[in-house]
């Protein structure tokens, strides 16, 4: 740790400057190597501004950690909800060095025109229109030049950093060690763009089919894989604005058309979510295109989710349990969610979702807010000490974008009506699957075969009954440790009652035959008991169960 330190010195005393000019006290002693107290937060505002301050990869971590609504407390998550950093786009010079680096051919080979100034520039990467040779408009996204070093030092600090926390009662709580690796890990994934193009390929697949809605509606660039590096991105070019500043025309159908594109979004991420387990987590409205024919576009999948089957079945229980306000099956399925390995109050769990959930009874369905309502869930599961599993903070992120989307769209937007129907689709889907009459043979079948093979397992089961040959085997944790301590237990009793019987021996002797020559019998049987008492008395004192 101390040698991740000197690696990363210089880089550690810019951090310190920013630190110091924003007064973040705490992490000023952790630098600088003083005592350590329990980590304390500085505000919403001033750790943003700090974030913006020490570059392009704090940004990221600031944008991460907003998807993590079971760490930090709502004004945080807001705060870094919108953290974008303030860089100025590269001089073409230098991106055009990176494209001819990127290409395996001479640049004019490959593209007839690139246009130099850029469209948008990010903290990883800044992206350019072009034209390929055959004549596709595309777009190219650019890594920024000299940007691996940086990160990897960062990356370094960070992980130093985490281990110094790691040894504190908050370190510990939210293992900050494997979070360090966890945003270690995505930053260097959104660092090959390969793998950028990867996701957006499998996005692109999964959404081209759908019984939810239209899939022609949907739109995800196509990647140019032949030209396209772990630096360079190349994508078929979509012609269009952000969703939220588009025109809709003809403006009579401009609100159905707006409810349209809300319903269509949020059947899309849901199919996401509770189908392919594969989701886009950041469809903030920057990522959300409104195309000139009128179809809308879904860009920038560098950072997705994944969920496994069984954290699938029981998020899409637990999204019911939200919507029909049930703090007892809420409590349940968060300790199924997020299993933990100290004992976790249940009583106080449901207690504290019970208290939560209570203040939404008199509300109908449209007046409440379910992105925050599922934020507040997740909340309360960090205040009762349960780890939420961080592709749940992704999905609830992400979640919070789209119905913040819709809402802007349609005002009325209500998500909890929006999602029963498919909720009601999926459970069906899940109990007859797909096909109802093939799923019903294979269950008479299935039954057919239990009804052939019942009868010679029980004849098995009572001929071993019978014949006395019928072994069980049970396996009792911790048998050997309530073994090993009923021995401990029955040694001490015995040495007491050889100890008492001792004594009781001496003193018969001396009372019984006070003559000189038997004196040393009981003398050395006083000895004997005061050795194996002394003896007894330590062992107790030293295995500290003597209370």
Not at 19 to 34: A, F, I, K, P, T
Not at 244 to 262: V, Y
Not at 291 to 300: I, K
Not at 422 to 428: E, I, K, P, V
Request: net charge negative; glycine share 4%; aromatic share 6%.
């Amino acid at each position: 740790m101390l040698s991740q330190l000197v690696q990363t010195s210089s880089r550690q005393g810019e951090i310190a400057e920013v630190v110091l000019r924003h007064g973040w006290d705490y992490m000023r002693r952790l630098l600088s190597g003083g005592k350590l107290d329990e980590p304390k937060l500085p505000t919403p505002a001033v750790l943003r501004n700090i974030l913006v301050d020490l570059g392009p990869v704090y940004v990221k971590l600031g944008q991460l950690l907003s998807t993590r609504p079971d760490l930090l407390p709502p004004d945080y998550i807001e705060a870094l909800s919108t953290l974008q950093a303030k860089v100025p786009p590269v001089e073409w010079a230098e991106i055009e060095a990176v494209i001819r680096e990127s290409v395996s051919r001479p640049v004019e080979d490959v593209f007839l025109a690139i246009n130099p100034e850029p469209v948008a520039a990010g903290s990883i990467a800044q992206t350019h229109r072009a034209t390929l040779k055959d004549g596709r408009e595309v777009a190219l996204k650019v890594q920024r030049p000299g940007l691996l070093p940086v990160v990897e030092q960062d990356i370094a600090l960070i992980r130093a950093i985490a281990s110094l926390v790691a040894q504190t009662e908050f370190g510990k709580l939210y293992d900050v060690v494997t979070l360090a690796e966890e945003f270690s890990q995505a930053l260097r994934a959104e660092l090959r763009f390969t793998q950028e193009a990867t996701y957006t390929d499998q996005l692109r697949s999964n959404l081209g089919r759908s019984r939810w809605f239209d899939p022609a509606q949907l739109v995800v660039p196509q990647i140019i894989w032949e030209h396209t590096t772990d630096q360079l991105l190349v994508m078929e070019w979509l012609d269009g604005k952000p969703l939220l500043l588009a025109e809709f025309a003809p403006a009579e159908d401009e609100r159905s058309e707006k409810r349209a594109i809300a319903n269509l979004l949020l059947r899309a991420f849901f199919q996401q979510v509770c189908l392919d387990g594969f989701f886009h987590a950041d469809p903030h409205p920057g990522n959300l295109f409104y195309l000139s024919d009128g179809r809308v576009a879904l860009l920038d999948c560098g950072m997705v989710g994944r969920l496994d089957p069984r954290t699938q079945d029981i998020l899409l229980e637990l999204i019911l349990a939200i919507v029909s306000l049930d703090a007892q099956r809420c409590a349940q399925l968060t300790l199924q969610l997020a299993p933990s390995e100290e004992p976790i109050n249940l009583t106080r769990l449901e207690t504290d979702y019970e208290r939560l959930l209570r203040q939404y009874y008199s509300l109908n369905l449209g007046q409440i807010n379910f992105s925050l309502l599922f934020y507040e869930v997740l909340q309360a599961a960090r205040k009762n000490k349960i780890r939420v599993p961080g592709n749940l903070g992704l999905c609830a992120k992400a979640i919070a974008n789209l119905e913040g989307v819709a809402r802007t769209l349609d005002p009325e937007f209500n998500f909890s009506e929006q999602i029963r129907p498919l909720m009601t689709d999926l459970f069906r889907r899940k109990l007859v699957g797909d096909a109802p009459l093939p799923a019903f043979l294979r269950t008479l079948l299935d039954v057919k075969n239990l009804s052939l093979q019942s009868p010679r397992q029980v004849e098995l089961l009572l001929d071993r009954v019978t014949s006395e040959t019928l072994n069980w085997n049970l396996t009792v944790r911790e048998l050997d440790t309530l073994r090993r301590t009923v021995d401990s237990s029955a040694n001490r009793l015995s040495f007491s009652i050889v100890v008492g019987a001792l004594i009781m021996g001496a003193a018969i002797i001396t009372a019984n035959a006070p003559v000189s020559r038997v004196v040393w019998i009981s003398e050395a049987l006083f000895a004997a008991a005061s050795i194996l008492g002394l003896w007894l008395i330590i062992s107790i004192l030293r295995s500290g169960r003597l209370r």
